[in-house]
């Protein structure tokens, strides 16, 4: 679901200029409106970058090591 509404919001930030804008000078404004978890608006809104594409890395990068912290207790707990 978290990758999901994350490639929406790209998606919305590719598709739509001035959403794109906010999203990059203030994330947390640009997010106030959308169906997104607590923990989803804080992560966007920690994110800082100049351009839509640094926006993207930032995020799929905290999302892979989300992933990978998530695997590495799976396999603790079994």
Known sequence: MLEERMHR??????TDPRFRERLLR???EAIRDLPLTRSE???VASLRAASLEEFSR???????????QERVTQKLIL
């Open 9 to 14: 919001l790209i998606g919305r930030a590719l």
């Open 41 to 43: 608006r804080s992560l």
């Open 58 to 68: 930032k995020l799929v990068e905290i999302l892979r090591e989300g992933e990978a």
């Open 26 to 28: 203030s994330p947390a």
